[in-house]
């Protein structure tokens, strides 16, 4: 029988009455489902607080906040004693585990990525296990299904892993049973030697891609606490414009490049199955068969062919010089070796007869940088680091048929006095990107969304400056 997955972000899952919202949405599903559940929110910053600033005195108070927090949500849902108490004996199982590992980056004085993995994990398992609980007082019968248990195996890597589909398919051949509803912790898998290994932030998306892509699922319901996707970030425009249907590759573009929404790999498990992923608003919408937006495999152009503009500034540039570095064989081909050794990713590599130009991310361009300076490396002249830079991606199916959509919008940046450092087109056939200044990030995302979604004003007469973008420390309105 073909299920739906149904996750719950941690956002959503915030306070006594956002979880009755939770309870009310599933029942309107037919049974049997898979739950995938995030930490309760605010429950993984706490995590990562105690991982950097961990001190012996910290434990025992952080340890009972936690048991405070979870104990608050099981009283007011379960009222039956003896209920209670089976849900409290392994909610203490699992905070004991917790402190063992605090204790034990404590006792080593370090806290290397296994560690930092396992401790953040714990926010989704206590989530999952109080969950299940208060379900099952319901009259909804879930079974929780832990990643350790189901065999959710992953490449190993810490803190951003991908997961294994094969051997994750395999093992849930024998741990699934056809007419069971499960909920299942997000976020996390197990590395191929038994360690936690964690997706990255809003890692539980992935899951739920995961285990649709495994069980052939009907459909992933993503249910959040925003308007599906939208043209823009709503914190930098006024009116952003609603996204009803959007393709993979679309949605995959904009998680990738910015749009914080979407897990940059959620769309990868589903793709082969075209299973559709559907993104639901818990505040204004709780009716299954309208989604806020819907990703699948259905292409749809609109007139501006623009769909939405994503924008970061977790982005840095290395900058290679050199002679003739564009035309030696091998160049690129030794730095991606050595990146790839020290498991660095690379963003996007542009390149001229003179340059080459790595883009990463803030994390691994640190890490990507000393290790290029201490390489004794032909040809390369000098070395220049880019930081202070925003990327900004326009994205819509038809990008690369149209023409004079990327002239459009060097047009409307260069009349906004807005300087592009560099363009990128034709990686993807439904995005291009921008590199601009940090500090002209807003005021380019504004005068391009101004050009595709807006009525043709100056752009500075349209500046609102009680918008609360403006208002953020920072910020400010172009001139």
């Known amino acids: ?33 898979v739950l995938v559940v995030s930490a309760f929110n605010g429950i993984t910053d706490q995590l ?16 009972g906040n936690l048991r405070q927090q979870h104990f608050d949500i099981i009283q007011h849902f379960i009222q039956d004693r003896t209920q209670q108490a089976v849900v409290f004996k392994e909610l203490e199982n699992r905070l004991g585990d917790l402190e063992k590992w605090l204790q034990g980056a404590i006792y080593i004085d370090d806290i290397p990525p296994f ?13 999952s296990l109080v969950l299940t609980a208060i379900l099952n007082t319901r009259h909804l019968p879930f079974k929780e299904l832990l990643p350790e248990t189901a065999g959710f195996i992953t490449d190993g890597t810490f803190g951003n892993a991908i997961a294994n589909l094969n051997a994750i398919r395999n093992n849930l051949h024998n741990k699934i049973e056809p007419t069971t ?152 081909a030794r730095i991606s070796g050595l990146l790839h050794q020290a498991n660095i990713n690379i963003t996007s590599i542009i390149t001229s007869q003179t340059t080459i130009n790595f883009l990463f991310t803030i994390d691994q361009f640190i890490k990507a940088k000393k290790i290029v300076a201490a390489e004794p490396l032909l040809f390369i002249e000098e070395i220049v680091c880019r930081t202070n830079i925003s990327l900004i ?37 439904v995005a291009a990107y921008f590199i601009v200044k940090k500090e002209d990030k807003m005021a380019a995302v504004r005068a391009i969304h101004s050009e595709f979604f807006e009525a043709k004003t100056n752009l500075k007469q349209q500046t609102d400056v009680t918008h609360p973008f403006y208002k953020k420390e920072g910020n400010y309105v172009s001139s």
């Open 1 to 33: 029988m073909a299920r739906k997955i149904i996750k719950f972000g941690g956002s959503v899952l915030k306070g006594i009455p956002r979880i009755e919202k939770v309870i009310t949405i599933i029942q309107q599903y037919q049974i049997p489902v």
């Open 48 to 63: 990562e607080s105690v991982l950097n600033h961990l001190q012996e005195s910290v434990i025992p108070p952080f340890i």
């Open 115 to 127: 560690i930092r993995d396992r401790v953040l994990c714990f926010g989704e398992k206590l989530a």
């Open 181 to 332: 509803s499960y909920t299942v912790p997000g976020f996390y898998g197990i590395s191929p030697d038994n360690k936690v290994t964690v997706f990255g932030r809003g890692g539980s998306d992935y899951t739920a891609g995961i285990l649709a892509s495994c069980l052939l699922a009907d459909s992933v319901d993503l249910w959040k606490d925003v308007n599906g996707f939208m043209s823009a970030d709503p914190d930098l425009i006024l009116n952003p414009v609603p996204i009803r249907k959007l393709t993979y590759q679309e949605a995959a573009e904009l998680a990738y490049f910015g749009a914080g929404i979407l897990h940059p790999h959620t769309v990868d498990p589903v793709i082969p199955h075209n299973i559709p992923i559907r993104i639901y608003n818990i505040n204004t919408n709780r009716d299954i068969a309208f989604p806020e937006s819907q990703i699948s495999a259905s292409e749809v152009i609109s007139n501006g062919v623009i769909k939405s503009i994503s924008s970061t500034d977790n982005v840095a540039i290395l900058r290679l010089f050199g002679g003739d570095i564009g035309k030696k064989p091998g160049i690129i």
């Open 393 to 429: 991606a326009v994205v819509g199916s038809g990008l690369m048929v149209k023409k004079g959509i990327i002239s459009r919008i060097s047009g409307v940046l260069a009349f906004n006095d807005i300087n592009v450092e560099m363009i990128c087109q034709g990686a993807s056939d």
